[in-house]
């Protein structure tokens, strides 16, 4: 049995070099996190992308012990009984209830919105002849998409951001345990007004949508209509803004990779797959519990831990992508692990890529001149042990 890491493992600045050596010594590994609680870190292809999808690691939190289960209830109460975090025969009700609304043709059919909202974007930052990527670009592209699928008012922006951070960062300390409850409240509050609006008068938007599923069809409960409308707002953006800043700051410090892409835009989708893989946006969000003992590569996991399967480092691990470190555009059998695998593969896989794809195309073509604002090393990621890893700011000049 590998030694148990400290739960500061979990906070490194460098999440890939830490992995890389920790994977060198096995691929599984008991760590400390959250604090006291059994937990195990999986860092390889071969094990990762199976634990995704084994039926032995659920989802739901009824499969972790006391007192960790209150715990986790009191820091997610809005979102219990999402579906991300459901298992069947609850998740597959859940999702069937909004899947129609993602599939890749309706998709599609958003493209001439989404350039619009690129190109409006790129208009007002011109004549600054610089910008922060991520608060003029990045950050409002997906949520004015996201708040226009939904139906809820794309003004309210300022708050979703707050509230959407609080939610995927982890609680340590009192005071950040204190503002996510505060967030918990507030979301809860924010979307039963929205939802007794629509109630009243019902749009075409999924707020409408799912709160006919609710009292018509009586498909889902209370909870579970506020949760599913949390997670669309939540993973509707946060990771798809730094998908766009993290591949535009993996772009920039590689200029013959940029050059590549401007020279070569067919490129633009293997270049958005490779993004994905070379520094996705999802960290650690792709936790499961263990319903029963069982071992993967030879290390023990007794029932109730907590299995954490990093996809930053399994999407870098070597033996399935040769040089993992280095950004390829044309990496050919590129078979990322960026948006999960199996039952809870992501449900707006379609709309991320079509989001990247516009953003990185619109950006190139509009900006030719674009380049980074500040020196490399100056670039700050956001707090370590996020579910997500992104980017602070993303100056840029052009
Ligand atoms: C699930 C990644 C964008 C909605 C997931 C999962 C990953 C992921 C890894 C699976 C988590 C797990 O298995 O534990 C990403 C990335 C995105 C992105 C990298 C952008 C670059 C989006 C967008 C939406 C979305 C735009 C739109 C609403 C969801 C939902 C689930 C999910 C609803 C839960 C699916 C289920 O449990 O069946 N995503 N996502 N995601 N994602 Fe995304």
Request: hydrophobic letters at 45%; proline letters at 9%; a negative charge.
């Amino acid at each position: 049995m590998p030694e148990k890491l400290p739960f500061e493992f979990i906070l490194s600045p460098d999440p890939h070099a830490a992995c890389a050596a920790l994977r060198g010594k096995g691929p599984v590994h008991p760590v400390d996190f959250p604090p006291g609680m059994g937990a195990f870190l999986v860092l390889d292809y071969e094990h990762g992308r199976p634990a995704l999808n084994d039926p032995r690691l659920a989802k739901s939190v009824s499969w972790v012990p006391e007192p960790f289960r209150a715990r986790f209830h009191a820091d997610n109460r809005i979102l219990a009984g999402n579906m991300l975090d459901s298992d069947p025969p609850d998740h597959t009700r859940l999702r069937r209830l909004v899947s129609k609304a993602f599939t890749p043709r309706r998709i599609e059919a958003l493209r001439p919105r989404v350039q619009k909202i690129a190109d409006d974007l790129v208009d007002a930052m011109l004549p600054r002849g610089g910008a922060d990527l991520l608060d003029d670009f990045a950050f409002p592209l997906p949520i004015t998409v996201i708040c226009e699928l939904l139906g809820v008012p794309v003004e309210d922006q300022d708050a979703f951001r707050d509230w959407s951070g609080t939610l995927v960062g982890p609680a340590l300390n009192e005071e950040q345990a204190r503002h996510r409850g505060e967030v918990n409240l507030a979301v809860g509050d924010y979307f039963t007004a929205i939802i007794a609006e629509r109630r009243a008068a019902p749009r075409d938007d999924l707020v409408s949508a799912l709160v006919l599923a609710r009292d018509d069809d009586e498909l889902l409960d209370d909870q579970e209509l506020l949760a599913g409308l949390t997670l669309l707002l939540i993973a509707g953006h946060e990771t798809t803004v730094n998908l766009i800043g993290n591949g535009m700051l993996a772009l920039l410090t590689a200029p013959e990779q940029l050059k590549l892409l401007r020279e070569r835009p067919e490129l633009l989708p293997s270049a958005v797959e490779e993004f994905l893989r070379h520094d996705g946006p999802v960290e650690r969000a792709t936790f499961r519990f263990a319903t029963e003992d069982l071992e993967l590569a030879g290390v023990h996991i007794p029932k109730g831990s907590v299995v954490h399967i990093l996809l930053g480092a399994v999407n870098r691990d070597p033996e399935v992508f040769p040089c993992p470190d280095v950004l390829d555009i044309t990496r050919a059998d590129n078979r990322h692990v960026a948006f999960g695998h199996g039952i809870h593969f992501c449900l707006g896989a379609p709309l991320a890529r079509l989001e990247a794809s516009i953003a990185f195309g619109t950006l190139l073509e509009r900006l030719p001149g674009i380049e980074l604002d500040c020196d490399p090393a100056e670039i700050r990621w956001n707090l370590s042990g996020s579910l997500i890893r992104g980017l602070r700011t993303l100056p840029v000049r052009f």
